[in-house]
């Protein structure tokens, strides 16, 4: 079992680059597979590892499930960086270089109970309804940087409000340091019911 005070140093400690989810969101990641014990969880995008480490830690604090990040080294000019052996060493199932879309579409459907993308800000909207069919009723989907420059992962929010599922974006900072601005959208992937 992971000791949840180490890993959180590391969360702290850890000096975040240019392709990586903000220390805030990263600790909500961190929670949310804590708490909802996924067995099967995707991340589109792997960055530098930063999220990839907090649900991996998550998963192995939970003694159960598995991760596979998928990611086609655009930040990395196409090629593979080196941190990558480290996760894989851990227990990530890296699928890569891949380009995202190709991989979601090519998944069966309820395929996954928990997801982070934080994937190709460019083109991610392309394959939202592939990325909604292929997670189970009821999981917990996390799209990063929807608030952001790249008007491509807002279609999530859109996706979210037309199949009426619950969801909330988290964007703000209250201090200057934080970095929510840039958006983080929880979507569980369950129709709302009012009755």
């Not at 969101?25 to 929670?31: K, P, R, S």
């Not at 891949?98 to 997801?115: C, H, K, P, T, W």
Request: proline share 3%.
């Amino acid at each position: 079992m992971i000791n949840i005070e180490e890993f959180y140093k590391y969360l702290c400690n850890h000096e975040r680059g240019r392709v990586e989810i903000d220390l805030v969101h990263n600790c909500l990641i961190f929670g949310a597979v804590l708490s909802s014990k996924p067995i099967n969880a995707l991340e589109l995008g792997i960055g530098k590892g930063y999220a990839t480490r907090a649900i991996l830690y998550a998963l192995k604090h939970n003694q159960i499930g598995k991760l596979t990040s998928v990611d086609n080294w655009y930040d990395w000019k196409g090629k593979e960086p080196g941190h990558i052996n480290e996760l894989r060493e851990l227990g990530v199932n890296v699928l890569a270089p891949i380009d995202e879309g190709d991989f979601v579409r090519s998944q069966a459907d309820n395929s996954y109970d928990f997801l982070m993308s934080d994937g190709s800000h460019r083109h991610a909207g392309e394959w939202a309804e592939d990325v909604f069919r292929i997670m189970r009723p009821d999981s917990m989907m996390f799209f990063h940087d929807v608030n952001g420059r790249y008007p491509s992962p807002r279609r999530y929010i859109e996706l979210s409000k037309e199949k009426s599922l619950s969801h909330f974006m988290f964007s703000k900072s209250s201090l200057e340091s934080e970095g929510c601005e840039h958006g983080l959208l929880m979507v569980i992937n369950k129709e709302v019911s009012y009755e």
